[in-house]
């Protein structure tokens, strides 16, 4: 099977008198539902600072893409790490936000290996509740019928906070831009992995890398009550939370997020 497109932002290098740069390391950003790498864009600018950016779009995504998406978190993460391979990047700082946190979470249990360190951002450990599973079917009989487009009217007021949506109408357009170029059937079978994925609540006392946890104040989706229980389970992790932000604190806040991920990478 081919492998994920991604985006591939390359470091900004201090270059020695001899004009060789090298990169500090490779930070891997995974995306949420029903988004694209193209929700990372703000977060390009951490180039900057030497690091090597790799943005996958995971399978099924982003118009264009591969038509066969997956239906488990551990077939996404399985396509991440063959992307790694391939790219012959043996340890990376790797994060997701939210549904690109449950990605991470499988990538944590089956391959730790590849960890330099951990970003999770506005997402949660725990499985679907029964009412979750309930209403993530409905969503897949709404988006076969409706299309992607129904799933932007349903999602959007959930996915930006209150802030956000009141101040700015651009981003608004531009989140429900990114999930209208997606298929059909990669958001039906996002949904389907996800109501299938595990409780990753164990794995949480098993990380043994730095890590950050950021969320936005006025996220409903993964509440920052959950960000914090996180931080206590996780040893040594650090949170970060942002206000003005929802649930896509990295789109709605870039800067302040930025910021905190641009000083956690300081660390390596
Ligand atoms: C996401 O942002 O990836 C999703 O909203 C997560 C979820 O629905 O559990």
Do not use: C
Request: hydrophobic share 40%; proline share 7%.
């Amino acid at each position: 099977m081919a492998l994920l497109r991604f985006l591939d932002i390359p470091p900004r290098l201090e270059l020695d008198p001899d004009g060789h740069g090298r990169a500090i390391g490779t930070l891997v950003l995974i995306h949420g539902f029903p988004l694209s790498a193209h929700s990372w864009e703000r977060q390009f600018v951490l180039s900057e600072s030497g690091w090597r950016l790799i943005v996958p779009h995971l399978r099924g995504f982003d118009e264009g893409g591969d038509p066969r998406s997956r239906t488990s978190m551990d077939d996404h993460a399985g396509d991440i790490i063959d992307l790694l391979d391939s790219l012959h990047v043996e340890q990376a700082v790797i994060g997701g936000l939210s549904m690109g946190g449950y990605v991470t979470f499988a990538l944590l249990r089956n391959a730790p290996s590849y960890f330099k360190g951990l970003l999770l951002a506005d997402t949660r450990p725990q499985a679907d509740t029964p009412e979750g599973k309930a209403a993530r079917e409905r969503m897949v009989v709404m988006v076969r019928e409706r299309g992607p487009s129904a799933v932007a009217d349903d999602m959007l007021p959930k996915l930006l906070g209150e802030t956000s949506r009141r101040e700015q109408p651009g981003l608004v357009e531009e989140v429900r831009g990114i999930i209208v170029s997606n298929g059909t059937e990669a958001i039906a079978d996002a949904l389907t992995a996800m109501m299938r994925r595990p409780d990753s609540t164990p794995t949480l006392r098993a990380i043994k890398v730095p890590t950050l946890i950021v969320v936005g104040d006025e996220d409903t989706v993964t509440p920052p009550e959950l960000s914090v229980e996180m931080n206590s389970a996780i040893a040594g992790s650090e949170l970060v939370r942002i206000p003005r932000a929802g649930h896509l604190a990295n789109m709605e806040q870039p800067e302040v997020f930025n910021h905190a991920v641009g000083r956690f990478l300081q660390r390596f």
